[in-house]
């Protein structure tokens, strides 16, 4: 049973902040990289941030950079976005993602994502 279950999605009003939680079982992730997507009703699915297997390596899109802030804690076998300074063009369903195994680079296309979690709904409202 792999499973990515994601957490922490809710109504918040503009300025403020929420923090995802993509918890990981079934599967070691260690080796995985690991990226947060999100999708609006009508738009396609966009890249927000993604995370390399050890943590040292992070990458955003333009869009969030400085607001977001992508960490893992393998022990626990959880990947966590902090966000912060929230809009309504954050509002969506926002899903995590791993890949089969370790990669060289992060990759910001969905398809290079095996595995996927059911989302959970950020609201930004003002």
């Known amino acids: 049973q792999v499973q990515l279950v994601e957490s922490g999605g809710g109504l918040v009003q503009a300025g403020g902040s929420l923090r995802l939680s993509c918890q990981t079982s079934?599967?070691?992730?260690?080796?995985?990289?690991i990226a947060w997507f999100r999708q609006a009703p009508g738009k396609e699915r966009q890249f927000v941030s993604a995370?390399?297997?050890?943590?040292?390596?992070?990458y955003y899109a333009d869009s969030v950079k400085g607001r977001f802030t992508i960490t893992r804690d393998n022990a626990d076998n959880t990947v966590y976005l902090q966000m912060n300074s929230l809009n309504s063009e954050d509002t969506a369903v926002y899903s995590c993602?791993?890949?089969?195994?370790?990669?060289?680079?992060?990759?910001?296309?969905?398809?290079?994502?095996?595995?996927w979690g059911q989302g959970t709904q950020v609201t930004v409202s003002s």
């Open positions: 993602a791993a890949t089969y195994g370790m990669l060289q680079v992060l990759p910001t296309n969905p398809y290079e994502y095996r595995y």
């Open positions: 079934g599967r070691t992730f260690s080796r995985s990289a």
């Open positions: 995370i390399s297997w050890n943590g040292g390596t992070t």
